[in-house]
C-alpha cells in the first residue's frame, strides 16, 4: 500500500508552488471583483439563526451554555463564542476564518489531483473552475455552519489520501480530527456514519488487502471521533432522554412527512392519529416555543440554564435550544411515524422529491440574506446552472414539470457509473499501489451517498444545502475513477523501479 514517491517527486516542486500561487493569486483577484461588484461578508445570523445560542450567552456564559446545547452540536457555537469573547470586531474576525478556509478549499482540491497523478496543469484548472462555483462564493460569505462542513470534508478526503500513500500516522490522525470536527458542528454526521466508516474501511483493508495492521490502526485512530461523539450523545440523553447530537429530528421528519391540508389533520386528530401538537405545528413546527406550549407548561418543562430555559434570546428572537423542543420533537416524531405508516406510498413519493430538490443547484437557496450576493454572482450562476442540468431545459422546482423528474434521473445515473465503478475496483484483484485511491473512494463513495439518502429521508426544503458540501467529494471520486482507468497512479509507484 505504501508508495514509494508521491505525487511531488513527478512533478517539479517549482511547477506546483507556480500553481498554488497561481491559484492564490485568482482567488485574491474573484473576491475582490465580487466585493466591487456588491458583494459583502454576511455576519446577521449570529443574531437570529435557529441554531446559534444566544450572542450574549456564548460571549459571557460559553462552556455552561455549550453543555446544556441540545439542539445541535457543539463546535460551531463554541467558535462563535471564541471569537465573540477575544475579537472588538467579530464580524472582521469570522469574515477572516471564512476567508482563509475558503482559499484552502481549491489548494485542497489541487492537492488530492495532484496525489492522485493528475497533470498539474489538468489539476490546476479543476480547482480554479471549483474555486468559482458560485455556491461556494455565497456559502463563503455566509456565517452558517456549511461553509465549514465543506472544507472540513476536503481536509479529510486530503488527509485519507496522503495516510494511504506515506502512511504517516498524523494524516490518519488528522482525517479524523476533521470528522470529529465534522461531527460537532452538524448533526447530519450521527455517530452510526462514523462508526459505518470505520467498518467499511477497516474491512477492506483487514480481510480484502490483509493488512490487520493497517486496519487496527484505523480502528484506534477512529476513537478520536467516536469517543466525543458518544459523549456528547450519552449527555443529552442523561439531561434531555435522547440519544444523538441533536433534539431537532422529530421537527425535520415533521416538516418531511406532513403534506396534508389543515383539515386532513385535523380529522386525523379526531381519529386520535395524531396529537394536538401536530396541529399547532402544521408545516412549520420551528415556531418560538410559547406557541405549543402555555406558561403554565412551559413552567413545568424541566431547564437547567438560561440556554436552554429563556423562550428569548437577549436579541428577541426565539431560543430554539429551550427544553420544551425536545419534548415538542418526541411528540412530532411519533406524529410523523403515524403519518408515515398511514400512507407510505405517499412518504416515498415525498422522499423521491426531497431527492430531486437534493439535486437542485445548491445555491440556489431558501436563504433570502442572498439576495444580493446572488446578484452579484448572477453570470457566474447562469454559466454554472447551465452545465448543471440547465441545459436540459428546467428552470423550476415544479414536480410537475416531467423534465425536473428527467434532469434528477440523469444525475442520478451520472453518480451510480462512479458508485458501481467503486464497487468494482474493491473487488477487482489490482496492485497494492491502488490501495490509496480505491480507500479514498470508498469514504467518498460513503459520505455522498450517506447524505444524500439521511437528507432524503428526513429533510424537505433546503436538500440542496445539504448536498452542496459533498459535491467535493463526488468530484474526487470521479477523479479517483479517472486515474485508477489510466494507471497513472501505478506509474508513480513503478517510477522509482524501472
Known amino acids: 500500500m505504501r508508495s514509494p514517491q508521491s505525487a511531488k517527486q513527478l512533478n517539479p516542486r517549482s511547477s506546483q508552488?507556480?500553481?498554488?500561487?497561481?491559484?492564490?493569486?485568482?482567488?485574491?483577484?474573484?473576491?475582490?471583483?465580487?466585493?466591487?461588484?456588491?458583494?459583502?461578508f454576511i455576519a446577521s445570523p449570529i443574531d437570529f439563526a435557529k441554531q446559534y445560542l444566544d450572542p450574549r450567552l456564548l460571549e459571557k456564559d460559553l462552556l455552561r451554555s455549550l453543555y446544556y446545547l441540545h439542539a445541535q452540536p457543539p463546535l460551531f457555537n463554541a467558535f462563535l463564542g471564541l471569537i465573540l469573547k477575544i475579537a472588538s470586531r467579530p464580524e472582521l474576525y469570522f469574515e477572516l476564518a471564512y476567508k482563509a478556509t475558503g482559499l484552502c478549499m481549491p489548494l485542497l482540491f489541487y492537492g488530492i489531483l495532484i496525489s492522485l497523478a493528475i497533470r498539474p496543469g489538468v489539476a490546476f484548472m479543476a480547482a480554479a473552475i471549483f474555486m468559482l462555483n458560485p455556491t461556494l462564493l455565497l456559502y463563503e460569505n455566509l456565517l452558517y455552519y456549511t461553509h465549514a462542513e465543506a472544507f472540513l470534508i476536503l481536509l479529510a478526503l486530503f488527509c485519507l489520501l496522503r495516510w494511504?500513500?506515506?502512511?504517516?500516522?498524523?494524516?490518519l490522525v488528522l482525517f479524523f480530527l476533521a470528522l470529529l470536527c465534522l461531527g460537532m458542528i452538524r448533526s447530519l454526521f450521527h455517530p452510526v456514519f462514523f462508526l459505518l466508516t470505520v467498518l467499511l474501511i477497516s474491512l477492506y483493508l483487514g480481510h480484502r488487502c490483509g493488512e490487520r495492521r493497517l486496519a487496527r490502526q484505523f480502528v484506534l485512530g477512529s476513537l478520536i471521533v467516536l469517543v466525543p461523539m458518544l459523549l456528547v450523545s450519552f449527555k443529552n440523553n442523561l439531561i434531555y432522554g435522547f440519544f444523538g447530537t441533536s433534539s431537532w429530528d422529530g421537527m425535520s421528519l415533521w416538516i418531511k412527512a406532513n403534506g396534508f391540508a389543515p383539515e386532513q389533520l385535523?380529522?386525523?386528530?379526531?381519529?386520535?392519529?395524531?396529537?394536538?401538537?401536530?396541529?399547532?405545528?402544521?408545516?412549520?413546527?420551528?415556531?418560538?416555543?410559547?406557541?405549543?406550549?402555555?406558561?403554565?407548561?412551559?413552567?413545568?418543562?424541566?431547564?437547567?440554564?438560561?440556554?436552554?430555559?429563556?423562550?428569548?434570546?437577549?436579541?428577541?428572537?426565539?431560543?430554539?435550544?429551550?427544553s420544551g423542543y425536545v419534548l415538542l420533537s418526541k411528540q412530532l416524531w411519533r406524529d410523523a411515524v403515524a403519518l408515515i405508516a398511514r400512507d407510505p406510498g405517499l412518504f416515498a413519493y415525498y422522499t423521491a422529491g426531497s431527492y430531486c430538490l437534493m439535486l437542485w443547484h445548491a445555491s440556489d437557496s431558501v436563504h433570502t440574506l442572498f439576495y444580493n450576493n446572488a446578484i452579484a454572482v448572477e453570470w457566474l450562476e447562469n454559466v454554472y446552472r447551465y452545465f448543471y442540468g440547465g441545459f436540459l431545459g428546467v428552470d423550476s422546482k415544479q414536480a410537475s414539470h416531467y423534465l425536473w423528474w428527467v434532469r434528477a434521473l440523469c444525475i442520478s445515473l451520472v453518480f451510480l457509473l462512479f458508485y458501481i465503478d467503486t464497487v468494482i475496483a474493491?473487488?477487482?484483484?489490482?496492485?497494492?499501489?491502488?490501495?490509496?485511491v480505491i480507500i479514498l473512494s470508498l469514504f467518498c463513495l460513503l459520505i455522498h451517498a450517506?447524505?444524500?439518502?439521511?437528507?432524503?429521508?428526513?429533510?424537505?426544503?433546503?436538500?440542496?444545502?445539504?448536498?452542496?458540501?459533498?459535491?467535493?467529494?463526488?468530484?474526487?471520486?470521479?477523479?479517483?475513477?479517472?486515474?485508477?482507468?489510466?494507471?497513472?497512479?501505478?506509474?508513480?509507484?513503478?517510477?522509482?523501479n524501472q
Open 450 to 496: 450517506y447524505t444524500l439518502c439521511v437528507s432524503s429521508l428526513i429533510e424537505f426544503g433546503e436538500n440542496n444545502r445539504f448536498r452542496y458540501p459533498v459535491d467535493a467529494a463526488f468530484l474526487v471520486l470521479m477523479a479517483a475513477s479517472i486515474a485508477r482507468s489510466k494507471g497513472s497512479f501505478i506509474n508513480i509507484i513503478k517510477s522509482p
Open 17 to 40: 508552488g507556480a500553481y498554488l500561487l497561481c491559484l492564490t493569486a485568482l482567488f485574491l483577484l474573484s473576491r475582490i471583483l465580487f466585493a466591487i461588484k456588491g458583494g459583502e
Open 164 to 171: 494511504g500513500i506515506d502512511r504517516r500516522a498524523r494524516f
Open 426 to 436: 474493491v473487488f477487482r484483484q489490482g496492485v497494492d499501489s491502488y490501495r490509496p
Open 266 to 322: 385535523d380529522q386525523f386528530h379526531q381519529q386520535g392519529l395524531i396529537s394536538e401538537t401536530a396541529l399547532k405545528a402544521g408545516y412549520d413546527p420551528f415556531l418560538p416555543i410559547d406557541h405549543f406550549f402555555n406558561d403554565r407548561d412551559l413552567q413545568q418543562i424541566p431547564c437547567h440554564h438560561p440556554a436552554d430555559c429563556r423562550v428569548l434570546r437577549s436579541t428577541g428572537k426565539p431560543n430554539f435550544n429551550h
